[in-house]
Nanobody
């Protein structure tokens, strides 16, 4: 079991920056993929960015060039640096971890509770 706790959300003006953190209760060294997702009111949850165990990253087109995902295995923490924020980025941001069991070859999926990001115009 891996528990994930997000922090760093808040209210910011358009053009500003925030850094989200996701602290894991266990080592993230062997977690295959970690990512950030967001859900705006009345919309479906969407992928923001992911990072693999090897450090490969993937971003939604809407955040490319503005957001940066990173992971610190020594601190068991995932980050999302968000720059040039826009009102359209307003959402609840949630951390996700996907771990493959080598013994059973099954995936386990873990989620944090989410943190609110509000960008004012």
């Amino acid at each position: 079991q891996v528990q994930l706790v997000e922090s760093g959300g808040g209210l910011v003006q358009a053009g500003g920056s925030l850094r989200l953190s996701c602290a894991a209760s266990a080592t993230i060294f062997n977690i295959n993929v970690m990512g950030w997702y967001r859900q705006a009111p009345g919309k479906q949850r969407e992928l923001v960015a992911t990072i693999t165990m090897s450090g490969s990253t993937n971003y939604a087109d809407s955040v490319k060039g503005r957001f940066t995902i990173s992971r610190d295995s020594a601190k068991n923490t995932l980050y999302l640096q968000m720059n040039s924020l826009e009102p359209e980025d307003t959402a609840v941001y949630s951390c996700n971890a996907k771990k493959l069991s080598g013994a059973t070859m099954t995936w386990s999926d873990y989620w944090g509770q989410g943190t609110q990001v509000t960008v004012s115009s």
